[in-house]
């Protein structure tokens, strides 16, 4: 199994990295021939934001790009900013989306967030899950967020071995089959009002 944690923390050390960590950790506990890779968007904020000038990764983004396309699953984790994700963490999917349109494409992904206080709890559901979602890839149903006063105490390490358990058992669901890679939009085709209306009133 290849795990890929995207860790958009800032400081060293960061919760939100030691966050990534132990969700690693704990999807990748029940397989010891698990590879996981750690990338630090932290050091690559220049190379970004240089995509968006250029038009194309420079080879150091490149190769994460096509690590994160070539991951069984995925494990992202950001810092809220603003009630949100931050920007160097949204910055870098829009690149991934740009260059690699597919590579979230039915690949299971683990969201999770830090925060200052628990209040911004509700970050996993109102932006992180809705963006991934749009990315089309499938999101572990369990997202943790750890506030600073979680850290040591009850509950955090229950959610971790959970969320973690959950990515194990979506990755080993879907490795015998090929993800699809793309695929028509749901939406390309859709029926027009007055069809719908005039199929109702034929049917009164």
Partial sequence: MKLVVVSAGLSVPSSTRLLGDRLATAAASGDAAADVRV???RDLAVPIAHTFTSGFPEPELADVFQAVAGADGL???TPVFSASYSGLFK???DALSVNEPDA????PVLIA???GTGRHSLVLDHALRPLFAHLKAVVVPTGVYAASEDWGA??????IERAGGELAALVSGLSATARPRS???SFEQVLPFEQRLAAL????
Avoid: M, P, Q, Y
Avoid at 154 to 159: K, Y
């Fill in 154 to 159: 009850e509950g955090l390490d229950a959610r």
């Fill in 113 to 115: 967030a830090t925060g």
């Fill in 104 to 107: 979230l494409t039915g690949k």
């Fill in 91 to 93: 910055s870098f999917f």
């Fill in 183 to 185: 695929g028509r939009d």
């Fill in 201 to 204: 009133r034929a049917a009164e």
């Fill in 75 to 77: 494990i992202v984790v």
């Fill in 39 to 41: 990338v630090e968007l």
